[in-house]
């Protein structure tokens, strides 16, 4: 059974896009989305993303990190598929209900409004996500924001300088997040500018995240630090993110295509 899909990146950070919207695709498990995203065996990617026919909205998107897990939300995803869609949309995810529409920047994404109370990021227990009292090394009292998966945000003086990779699944997996967390370790550079570098979860060191960098975004603006709209700039490129006066996260961006193909499906089992 041969299977098309599409390679696509948003700023690097990239995805293997499969269309089920006409025709399901057999089970999916944990095995045959790391075979998929294995850069070396399989086709190789950051995200296994799944369109699927959704009743009240235009697709809904199923995303698999690099690790086989299933996660709630992916930005840069939702810009791809945002541009293979070509027209205004609605995409259902885990996460809750995104718009994407075709703008001068690229594609313009409504993430929804972001979360702040702990048991929404979630956390373990109680706590004050605006300043949580928590540190590892030299990272403390970071923010925590879920925009459709969780996120934690650090302000430090230079994001380059931070040893993400090996303090970033120290964090990820502390059992303080029950649902392990994205890290974000970021420099604001003025009113308007964010430097950024993202600890995926489940899938590691990333060029871009979409969500992250409307996490941190959102962070920078709840401590005053920044304007409420905002260019952060990651290892792949810049994204646009606008905080509302209705509380909703806008993020503009590119997406680009790849290329195109198909697999055996039996042989990634």
Not at 2 to 29: T, Y
Not at 96 to 112: E, H
Not at 229 to 257: F, K
Request: aromatic share 6%; hydrophobic share 45%; with cysteine.
């Amino acid at each position: 059974m041969r299977i098309p899909f599409v390679k696509m990146h948003g700023l690097g950070n990239d995805f293997v896009v499969l269309d089920a919207r006409e025709a399901a695709l057999p089970a999916l498990d944990t095995a045959r989305v790391r075979a998929i995203a294995d850069r070396r065996e399989g086709i190789g990617c950051d995200q296994l993303i799944v369109l699927e026919a959704d009743d009240s909205a235009t697709c809904q998107m199923r995303i698999f990190n690099s690790d086989g897990g299933e996660v709630e939300a992916c930005g840069n995803a939702s810009r791809a598929v945002g541009m293979l869609l070509g027209e205004p949309a609605t995409i259902r995810t885990k996460g809750g209900m995104i718009a994407t529409r075709p703008d001068a920047g690229g594609i313009a994404v409504d993430m929804g409004e972001p979360r702040f109370d702990w048991d929404a990021i979630p956390l373990a227990y109680a706590m004050d996500t605006a300043s949580l009292p928590l540190g590892w090394d030299d990272l403390e009292h970071p923010l925590a924001v879920n925009v459709g998966n969780p996120h934690l945000v650090f302000f430090v003086p230079d994001c380059n300088a931070v040893p993400l990779e090996t303090i970033g699944p120290v964090i990820e997996t502390d059992p303080v997040f029950p649902q392990r967390i994205n890290v974000n370790v970021a420099t604001v550079g003025d009113k308007g500018t964010i430097r950024l570098r993202v600890w995926e979860r489940g899938a590691g060191l990333t060029r871009a995240c979409g969500t992250g960098a409307c996490a941190t975004a959102v962070a920078a603006m709840r401590r005053g630090l920044t304007d409420r709209a905002v260019t952060v700039h990651l290892p792949g490129g810049p994204l646009a993110i606008a905080w509302g006066a209705d509380n909703r996260i806008t993020m503009t961006g590119g997406a680009t295509e790849s290329f195109r193909g198909s697999f055996d499906w039996d042989s990634f089992g």
